[in-house]
């Protein structure tokens, strides 16, 4: 199976990535543009049945991205992202995008969402293709955990899924 060797890879860069951005997750709280490691791991099919039947239930999705949060205010948070995971169809999707997030009261919950260019072979037919992704995020003092959803659209994603990454500041810059 000439997926493994990628998983493989794609496992390791993942332990090693986090390693490194726990060792240097010294970001300041005061920086208005930090760089993040997002790592990936977890999703959730709505419809297991049909995700089965589908062959894109994988749920343990391994990967790798890099988050340059450009603003920063009290109330919300701008940002781009980038990156790499194993899909639900066990290939790599790669993708990249813009997204906003606002402060839900005073609490370290952050909602919003990003818009999203995805490429995979597992979905639209193996071309590119642009999604909305809502996020809810909560912030800890040295890392955030973001859960997304992918909602089920006609030929572009047939089953809901929903998952999470974890984002580790790395400082930079000072």
Known sequence: MSRIPSLRKILLLTFLFAMLAAASSQA???????LGINVFGLSHHWDRELA?????????????????????????????DAGAY???????????????????????????GALVVFHSETYYNNKPFLAPVPLL????????????HFVKYENLNRVPVSGVFLTIPVAFGK
């Open 52 to 80: 089965h039947r589908n062959h894109a239930d994988n749920e343990l999705n391994w990967g790798l991205g890099v988050e340059y949060e450009f603003e920063r205010t009290d109330r919300s948070r701008t940002f781009l």
């Open 28 to 34: 300041a709280d005061d920086d208005p543009h930090r």
């Open 137 to 148: 995020t909560y912030e800890f003092k040295k890392a955030s955990v973001t859960l997304f």
């Open 86 to 112: 194993l899909d639900s169809g066990r290939n790599i999707a790669k993708f990249g995008g813009i997204g906003w997030q606002g402060r839900l009261g005073s609490s370290n919950f952050l909602a919003g």
